[in-house]
């Protein structure tokens, strides 16, 4: 089992950046790939990035390809989402995820966060 947590979300201008950490527990982080996918109100999941076990190898939705990094540490069993030069689109929860193996840009992870809201004025 995984306990994932998200945090630093918020309200942000347009242009603006945020940082979310989410942070596992459980079983060893580095065993698992990690994504970051949103949901705006009335619209399905999306993935936004995924990560690696080891963080070598990355992607990205072509939407925040630019804009956004993902990163991990291992030693602080933690995954970064960086949001550069945010627009009014990129409102929504925000959610962590884990799976074994390699990551996917489907929603088929087996460990999920609560969510965190990220909403950009324009």
């Known amino acids: 089992q995984v306990q994932l947590v998200e945090t630093g979300g918020g309200l942000v201008q347009a242009g603006g950046s945020l940082r979310l950490s989410c942070a596992a527990s459980?079983?060893?982080?580095?065993?698992?790939?990690m994504g970051w996918f949103r949901q705006a109100p009335g619209k399905e999941r999306e993935f936004v990035a995924a990560?690696?076990?080891?963080?070598?190898?990355?992607s990205y939705a072509e939407s925040v390809k630019g804009r956004f990094t993902i990163s991990r540490d291992n030693a602080k069993n933690t995954v970064y989402l960086q949001m550069a030069n945010l627009k009014p689109e990129d409102t929504a929860v925000y959610y962590c995820?884990?799976?074994?193996?390699?990551?996917?840009?489907?929603?088929?992870?087996?460990?999920w966060g609560q969510g965190t809201q990220v909403s950009v004025s324009s």
């Open positions: 995820a884990a799976r074994t193996g390699s990551f996917s840009r489907e929603p088929r992870y087996d460990y």
């Open positions: 459980g079983r060893p982080f580095s065993s698992y790939a």
């Open positions: 990560v690696n076990w080891s963080g070598g190898t990355t």
